[in-house]
């Protein structure tokens, strides 16, 4: 709908979009006996990089406290992938590369600014490259038109790697970025717990609409090459539960990527404190005040805090966690009858409700 408003068109978008809380997923017949016999592993060829991939499609956010190297050891016990946070030094990385061979299981992360791409040099100059199939260039906004120029220099100095590129949560963006270079987009902004960029500056896109959307035009771009794949998406953030996540993959996300989830066990980077007898993991958002004041000794003045600083409660070690998240997605697999997580997109048929849970009760509960 658009009105003129005498010097100007304003346009509003009146189609309902929705977020994950906004929908339940309607059960099918299924002949499935048990949930072990539920396939959670995915096998992907790319639209640029010649590289393959096989593994359970889950990603540690390139956060502070979830992109670390103790959370890579863990999650690539269970197939999944952790992006590194950008702040570790290239000797962190060198020492730690020598003893995690697991190129794809981990992803080496930057942004655009200068000191990104030194460092990127120096991982180049290193030989660094061959120790992780992905690369993550992220940034709060994807809609600048430096990165999509920082899209194609990557995707120039090192072509047989996985780029990952975003955040959009648009099907225009996600099919820009995708022909500039990136084999993934990722998708979102404003959803993760440690974000408040919607609540400063009033833009977003609902998280499931956004997937959908994005994955629908990712989906559609594919090379002519046989031995290549189509365009690809990764849902970044806005889980609250794992039911968050099986709806992403049931909206058509390829990948999912959580921060604040991840963020409150051992292996996050949070410090541990302890406050009236309880102990908490310290978490904030890339964007906040801290993350700005911590890694580059100041706000400037030209900018806002767009995340959040908090202290989340101390959950133990993350292995139990991931069971528990595995196990729910294949309790979804068996409610619509999908026997691999390829499958979730096509046995799901959402319904817009009004409410999803009954939480009346959720004080008594021991979790």
């Known amino acids: 709908m658009t009105y003129y408003l005498g010097v100007c068109f304003l346009r509003i978008e009146t189609e309902i979009k929705l977020d994950f809380a906004d929908v339940l997923i309607r059960p099918k017949r299924s002949t499935l006996t048990s949930r072990a016999d539920v396939t959670l592993e995915r096998e992907f060829s790319f639209l640029h990089s010649p590289k393959k991939w096989k593994g359970v499609p889950i ?22 992938i952790t992006a590194l946070h950008k702040y570790y030094s290239v000797d962190e990385l060198e020492k730690f590369f020598a003893e995690f061979n697991q190129p794809s299981r981990v992803a080496f992360t930057l942004g655009i600014r200068d000191e990104d791409f030194a460092k990127l040099a120096q991982v180049k100059k290193r030989d660094l490259g061959k120790y992780f199939d992905f690369i ?8 600048l038109g430096r990165f999509v120029d920082a899209v194609k220099h990557v995707r120039k100095e090192f072509p047989q790697h996985i780029i990952v590129a975003g955040n959009v949560v648009t099907n225009e963006m996600t099919e820009e970025l995708l022909l500039e ?3 993934i987009v990722k998708v979102g902004i404003g959803p993760g717990g440690a974000c408040t960029t919607r609540r ?3 833009v977003g896109y609902p998280q499931l609409s956004a997937t959908i959307e994005c994955a629908d035009a990712a989906h559609g771009i594919s090379s002519n090459s046989k031995e290549k794949g189509c365009g690809l998406i990764m849902t970044d953030g806005g889980f609250v539960y794992s039911s968050c996540i099986a709806k992403a993959f049931c909206g058509g996300a390829d990948f999912v990527m959580s921060g604040t989830m991840l963020a409150s066990f051992d292996q996050s980077g949070g410090e541990l404190v302890e406050r009236d007898g309880k102990k908490y993991k310290h978490h904030f958002g890339s964007s906040s005040s801290e993350a700005l004041k911590k890694y580059y000794g100041k706000i400037d003045a030209h900018r806002a805090s767009e995340g959040r600083d908090m202290y989340l409660p101390y959950q133990g070690d993350i292995h139990p966690f ?10 979804t697999a068996t409610y619509i009858g999908a026997r691999t997580l390829k499958e979730f997109s096509r046995r799901a048929t959402f319904l817009h409700v009004s409410r999803q849970l009954n939480d009346a009760f959720e004080q008594y509960d021991k979790e």
């Open 136 to 143: 993550v260039l992220d940034v709060p906004n994807g809609y």
């Open 200 to 202: 400063k500056t009033g």
């Open 181 to 183: 270079g990136a084999d």
């Open 322 to 331: 991931l069971l528990d998240v595995l196990g729910s997605l294949r309790s």
């Open 59 to 80: 990603v540690a956010a390139n956060m502070d406290s979830t992109g670390t190297f103790e959370m890579a050891r863990a999650l690539s016990t269970h197939g999944m």
